[in-house]
């Protein structure tokens, strides 16, 4: 139970602390959990011949992007994760003394 509050709280964390990278004057604003919170456009450096309603597509459609790709990696990492833990349970079998390791696993 005291495991599952701390992971709680880290995660409340994770949600509120903000990371920025800019590049051109193109921000980006990631939270703790590699969750893109805001793309902005602070100067017109990038997207000077856009309207302000085609800016703030564009910012949208790099957020929504970015935040399929994150999620799409992680889905990728948690099924490859899922085989290793497979493999690693088959080298467990259930004996008299309860559960141990097979030979050379």
Do not use: C, H
Not at 18 to 30: D, R, S
Not at 49 to 71: F, G, H, P, R, Y
């Amino acid at each position: 139970m005291k495991l599952q509050q701390e992971a709680m709280k880290v995660k409340k964390e994770l949600e509120n602390t903000y990371i920025e990278a800019e590049v051109n004057g193109l921000v980006i604003t990631v939270n703790g959990e590699m969750k893109v919170e805001k793309v902005d456009f602070e100067t017109n450096e990038l997207v000077e011949w856009l309207s302000d309603k085609q800016k703030e597509a564009l910012q949208n459609a790099i957020m929504e992007a970015v935040n399929k790709w994150v999620k799409k990696s992680q889905e990728v990492a948690a099924e490859k994760m899922q085989g290793v833990m497979a493999q690693m349970w088959m080298g467990w079998m259930w004996g008299a003394g309860g559960w141990m390791g097979l030979p050379g696993m």
